[in-house]
């Protein structure tokens, strides 16, 4: 029954056919008797969006269940939690919300015959339905990454507590440790929050600190000015890194006279000739320096 439901469903919400490609409906999995995702989870979802298998402009459809464990309503709580957060990743990714069509939990999944106390682990699951119709107009082609050597090394930036951000000097740059963003977007990833949430504090706390956020990335040829953002189509991944932590303060109540933000895309690479993916990860980088400490 709840198979015909998807088919009706996807029937009515993701018409006309000429409009669409074709329909994927990809599994999500849970642990048992729990709503939250895990990191297999987690890390499936980054891979979908990374390989445009979920798109801006998709239409989408995500539905929960669980297994036959426990009651019925608390099954059908169960399957809604684990749908609204699924919907809650996507949105925070950055697919808009008004594209997701459909976020309900269906409850358990019945299995005659199957009464284990173990259940039946593939019924606890997500279901995200997805049609990826092309809304906005590709680019001809996406810049190539490569490896290639480049002159104006940088210094390798200080790490450490953010709390010594206040006691550094002027012109001083200090490496922002544990942001994240998903490949070729500038969306921030929700772990990173605990950092920016520090960053924030530090400039509430020191009202005469002002900043500059400096975004840097790796593994490009020397001819491109930066790096290909995949949320705009434009070639401006390290400045619109930046200026997403930028809008991050600003949207705290940190004032804007304060802050600056800029990318460099790979001119100022930390790491000269990039061999191994811990070479392009100290190039792949956000820095804050200090323009103001009195």
Known sequence: MYKTLIVILCSLILAPAHAQRATDTFRLYFDLNVPAMNSATEKKIDLLVYNDKIINGSTVMIIGYADYLGTEGYNKNLSMQRAKNVKEYLVKYGIDADNIKLCLGKGEIERSGLKS???FPTDRRVDV????KMNRKMPAEKPKIVYRPMKD?????RAGNIDELKNLKTGSTFLLKNVYFPPDRHIIKPESAETLEKLYMVLRDNPTLKISIEGHVC???????DAWDIDTYEPTLSVNRAKAIYNYLIDKGIEASRLKYAGFGRRRPVIEDERTEEDAEKNRRVEVRVI???
Do not use: L
């Not at 090394?153 to 930036?157: G, I, L, M, P, S």
């Not at 593994?219 to 000015?225: L, N, P, T, V």
């Open 129 to 132: 339905v997805v049609n990826n």
């Open 153 to 157: 090394t940088a210094k390798q930036a």
């Open 219 to 225: 593994c490009i040829g020397k001819e491109a000015a």
């Open 117 to 119: 106390k173990e259940g």
């Open 292 to 294: 103001d400490n009195k």
